[in-house]
């Protein structure tokens, strides 16, 4: 197995093309890097480091901009629209027909102009976006001396930022290997560890907790492998396909089986849990120092249920579990399989084809649907369990940054692994 990996590795710098792939990629998270050390004019770095102290929501931001927004950069923003664009044009797959059968029914052609119409609302999106940050840091006092030409002049840099990121991580996915938008995400997390690490040794290390910091350790190598068995993890359904003859010659008459992943909606679920939870503490801070006895009686009821862990994770959960289930059924469709199936000739052992086939199939993904929902909940909600042990909060969104690490990280080998097998056949 090691003469097999050292062989694969010596193939990576020997073929010129695939060289030029990671060497493209490296080159592009360069660029990435210095753009986000790029701020924007105006900025209190004292009053922003206040702010974004144990706050979660831009914890969050901060993760899917790789730093940026903990430096105000020009890409605070990340590919947060673009994810954001993304996840609407999914919705509208279920309200409207034409977009579906876009996406599912023509081919590479539709595909392509689905992604394209996905650029094109992360324009407005990106606008909408920089305006509601820069408004609520000014507000914040995050940002100073801003005058509105230069307010709409950074509204602009800080949504062009984000849609050059668009840009650059499609540039990867084209000349580089793997999802682009995905591998900008995991080089902004990558990023920000030495900053946490040197946090948590300078300033939070105790030496009488050294066996708490030992276990954790231990669980997180344990939660790391049980992402990455459950990531790969697959419930193979056999599918015999018919025998024909032709001209003579018979086709068909193999077994094979259809992979259904035990987790199909990936790390989406856990992304649209945490915006909508989150999303109040937006509002809490827009309406800060109000007087409006409503507005205080809301905020109230707000930061007690924040600030009640157990109420907040279980909330957290269930949105988490309930997502999963919504994303999968939006994303796999068992009776357009099931019409695929039979249009090539194919069916499954002991099923009748058409209807009661998109049924057994629905049956199956319901049920491995709820291991993937309930794995996920439970990531989600661990590191809040690990933050109330051990009082660190940078914990409080390791669940999430790990699962998409884990999950870019085996596609990335699994691309680099069918790219060498192709070279070598």
């Known amino acids: 197995m090691l003469s097999t990996f050292i062989h694969k590795i010596k193939l990576i710098f020997t073929d010129e093309n695939l060289r030029m792939r990671i060497l493209f ?17 105006g900025m209190d770095r004292f009053a922003l480091e206040a702010f974004l102290l144990d706050n979660d929501l831009f914890g969050f931001m901060n993760l899917f901009s790789g730093g940026g927004l903990a430096n ?52 407005p999106l990106a606008f909408i976006q920089a305006f509601g940050f820069l408004v609520l840091l000014s507000r914040q006092g995050v940002i100073v001396d801003m005058d509105p030409f ?30 682009g938008v995905s591998i900008i995400i995991f080089a902004g997390i990558v990023a920000t560890l030495p900053t946490t690490a040197s946090q948590f040794i300078f300033a939070t290390f105790e030496p009488a907790q050294i066996p708490l910091y030992i276990g954790f350790i231990v669980a997180a190598i344990l939660v790391t492998a049980a992402v990455v068995t459950v990531t790969e993890a697959e419930r193979p359904v056999p599918v015999t396909y018919a025998k024909q003859v032709r001209g003579g010659k018979s086709y068909g008459g193999v077994s094979t089986y259809l992979p259904l992943r035990v987790n199909q909606a990936g790390v989406i679920p856990i992304i649209f849990a945490i915006s909508i939870i989150l999303f109040p503490q937006m509002i809490l801070e827009f309406f800060v120092g109000s007087t409006n006895s409503t507005v205080l009686m809301i905020t109230g009821w707000l930061r007690m249920f924040f600030d009640n862990t157990w109420l907040y994770s279980a909330v957290y959960f269930l949105l988490v579990v309930g997502f999963t289930y919504f994303y999968t059924a939006v994303t796999f469709d068992p009776q357009s ?29 319901t049920r491995i649907t709820l291991v993937g929902a309930v794995f996920l909940g439970a990531i989600a909600v661990l590191p809040l369990a690990m933050t109330a042990v051990t009082g660190y909060g940078a914990l409080a969104i390791g669940g999430t940054a790990l699962l998409i690490t884990v ?4 596609d990335l080998v699994r691309k680099i692994d069918a790219q060498i097998s192709v070279r070598e056949y």
């Open 25 to 41: 990629i490296l080159g592009a998270l360069v660029v990435f890097r210095i753009l986000a050390t790029i701020p924007i004019p």
């Open 72 to 123: 105000l950069s020009i890409v605070m923003l990340g590919v947060g629209p673009y994810i954001t664009a993304a996840i609407i044009m999914q919705l509208m797959t279920i309200m409207s027909p034409k977009i579906k059968a876009l996406n599912t029914e023509e081919g590479e052609a539709g595909k392509q102009k689905f992604t394209q119409y996905s650029r094109l609302l992360t324009i």
């Open 150 to 179: 230069t307010f709409i002049v950074n509204v602009t840099v800080v949504a062009t930022g984000s849609i050059l990121l668009m840009w650059i991580g499609e540039l990867i996915s084209e000349f580089g290997i793997g999802n």
């Open 337 to 365: 399989v099931s019409n695929n199936l039979q249009k090539s000739g194919a069916f499954v052992p002991g099923v009748r084809p058409g209807p009661a086939t998109a049924e057994y199939l629905g049956t199956i993904v």
């Open 407 to 410: 999950t870019v990280v085996l």
